[in-house]
């Protein structure tokens, strides 16, 4: 089987990327995104840690995030939900239906 997945560079090259996700101040304790099909990504300082934690929930699960759990600054924490969303997106990406429309 041929693997058709979308990358970065690809999007790049005509123009594309992945919407960022948009924070809001989380109770003045980290931050949270919404980022597709209602799933959530929840960053929280833990003062026993001295860390941020990265948790992601959509309806149904708990959590869903597969990325490092642990961060030492709340713009690491950030970057890593960012690239986990990424992540995500461009696996439901074919790079072959792209093609195929471009000559239909």
Do not use: C
């Amino acid at each position: 089987m041929t693997n058709h997945t979308v990358d970065k560079a690809a999007l790049a090259a005509k123009g594309l990327r992945v919407k960022p996700l948009e924070w809001e101040d989380f109770d003045g304790l980290g931050a949270k995104a919404s980022g597709f099909y209602q799933a959530n990504y929840l960053i929280q300082k833990w003062s026993g840690e001295g860390q941020y934690e990265v948790a992601m929930s959509y309806p149904g699960y708990q959590t869903g995030y597969d990325g490092p759990r642990w961060h030492p600054t709340l713009e690491a924490a950030k970057a890593a939900a960012q690239a986990d969303y990424e992540a995500r997106i461009l696996a439901a990406l074919s790079a072959h239906e792209a093609k195929e429309a471009d000559n239909g």
